[in-house]
């Protein structure tokens, strides 16, 4: 037991999503009702698209969270952000996101932009907490339940 919590508290790793993690980041998303589910298919279909950027953390063979974007041009989304339940606010979530801001800083884009569901205050204070304001509002943007979307970015200087 007292080995079962060690393991449990273990240093996680980032490394590349890969399409056999499909399964466990369905098991993250399945949990995370913030975030917008993506069925296996969808997942490993993203991370052939161009300009993708499919990132995972994980300890003890366990995925914790993982972060799905893509970039187009100068620009940069993060699609898709989940940790698993029960290793949130334990910085996960910040590894990834600013792992994925550095990788697409290294790539060129000028700006990073996301849409978030207005209720997700947790989500809003997270991207807050890594510099990303609020730039625009789009109504009816999520379904299951429908929901306004704010729309949040971080720019590059120079
Ligand atoms: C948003 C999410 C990815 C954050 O991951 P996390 O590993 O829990 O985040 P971190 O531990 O790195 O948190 C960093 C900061 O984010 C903010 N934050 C995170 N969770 C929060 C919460 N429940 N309430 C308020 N602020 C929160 C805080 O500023 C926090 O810093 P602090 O703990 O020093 O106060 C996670 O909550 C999640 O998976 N949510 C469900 C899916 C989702 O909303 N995805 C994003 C939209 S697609």
Known sequence: MAAETKRERA?????????EDAHAVTEILREAREAVFWPESSVKEALGWQGALALATEASGRLRGFLIGRQAGDEAEILNLAVEMKTRRRGEGGVLLKAAVNEFRARGVSRVFLEVRESNEAGVAFYGKHGFSKVGRREGYYQDPEEAALVMEKKFAG
């Open 11 to 19: 240093r996680s790793s980032i490394r590349t999503l890969r399409a």
